[in-house]
């Protein structure tokens, strides 16, 4: 694609209804150029035909939380109701874009959708994570201000603490969504957060089933389960925790023999795969065929940097291995390895991370 077919393809990304006129006064280009240049990108198939319908059917979609993430960490006992000394760090997070960003590291072509605010911090986002998704879906919400999660960590790296500012996903709703019916009917596989509200949980539900793509929806904490429908038709793969498992069903989740009797419920909803994390401990995988449990490889806790990327990058290598048609065992270890290794880092998506080396590390983990 040379400068001419990218820079008029970015213009109809973000207008598809712009005319040739418009596009020749843009570029400084007669109106038969521009005809020949959009002639040639429907010939290489960036473009599906008339009213210029972007061919977006090989992208992984990912709709959900774009968050500054601030952690703020403690090297002795934290201590209630006095000064802690802390060091702290501001990152790039939301668990759809962390996600987002796992699997285009591993060189899935990716899009994204989530609602901002028209703010430095949007830029930063978008600035950082544009190599790795195409974010020129995001919607830009004036008056409210983009997400943001602060988590306190303990002096072993492990999480005492979230604090998340994210009213700003209220905006994400059906209709806001339904303006990119295109890019949902025309993805490889939607994947999507519990910050969407309920109704939007529940339109993709419906647009997945009606159009045959696979969906994936991962849980995000204990007080948005109940923005997971009760009828999960529809659903491809829930990625969960145990708690958030305990908090959706209000069950107490105490033994092996319980968690899987949760997962047969689900599973009775609609739901055609589920992966449940229990920490540093397993990771339960249940369909209607199989109920397998996975052992975890500990990490020394000298070694354990930040484990707030753990879930959003064993859910990346989990789905991009998913979608590869690699067998369960492979998906779940791809997963498993990615998350071992995140948590190693200090950053939220490691930057190291590629398909060749994923799969060398792969080969290496229960060594």
């Not at 879930?311 to 270890?333: T, V």
Request: net charge negative.
């Amino acid at each position: 694609m040379n400068q001419n077919e990218k820079t008029i393809l970015d213009l109809i990304r973000q207008n598809p209804f712009i005319s040739q006129q418009e596009l020749a006064e843009y570029m400084g280009l007669s109106r038969s150029a521009i005809a020949n240049i959009i002639s040639a990108l429907i010939k290489k198939e960036y473009l599906l035909g008339r009213a210029y319908v972007l061919n977006e059917r090989s992208a992984i979609l990912c709709i959900g939380a774009a968050n500054v993430d601030k952690k703020i960490k403690t090297d002795e006992e934290l201590r209630g109701y006095t000064s802690n000394p802390v060091n702290s760090t501001t990152t790039i997070g939301g668990v759809a874009r962390n996600v987002a960003e796992n699997l285009g590291r591993l060189g899935q072509k990716v899009s994204f959708i989530s609602t901002v605010g028209n703010d430095p911090e949007w830029e930063r986002i978008k600035s950082f994570s544009s190599e790795f998704m195409d974010m020129n879906n995001v919607i830009t919400v004036e008056g409210q201000s983009t997400g943001c999660y602060t988590a306190l960590l303990d002096k072993e790296g492990e999480m005492y603490l979230g604090l998340a500012d994210m009213s700003i996903y209220d905006s994400l709703t059906p209709e806001a969504l339904n303006k990119h019916a295109a890019l949902i009917k025309n993805a490889r596989c939607i994947v999507a957060d519990l910050n969407c509200p309920k109704a939007t949980i529940e339109y993709l539900c419906k647009s997945a089933e009606g159009y045959h793509i696979p969906l994936v929806l991962i849980a995000v904490s204990e007080p948005k389960m109940d923005r997971l429908p009760q009828d999960l038709q529809g659903v491809s793969c829930l990625i969960i925790n145990k708690g958030e498992l305990a908090a959706y069903l209000d069950m107490l989740l105490d033994t092996d023999q319980k968690i899987e009797e949760a997962a047969k419920i689900l599973l009775a909803k609609g739901v055609k795969q589920i992966v449940l994390t229990a920490g540093s401990k397993a990771i339960l995988s249940a369909s209607q065929d199989e109920t397998r449990w996975y052992s975890v490889k500990k990490v020394d806790s000298h070694k354990v940097i930040d484990v707030t990327g753990a879930g959003d990058s064993f859910s990346g290598a989990f789905i991009y291995a998913w979608l590869n048609n690699y067998e369960q065992d492979k998906a779940i270890l791809a997963g498993l390895t990615n998350a071992y290794h995140t948590i190693q880092s200090e950053f939220t998506v490691r930057p190291n991370l590629t398909k060749s080396q994923l799969e060398t590390e792969m080969e290496h983990y229960y060594e």
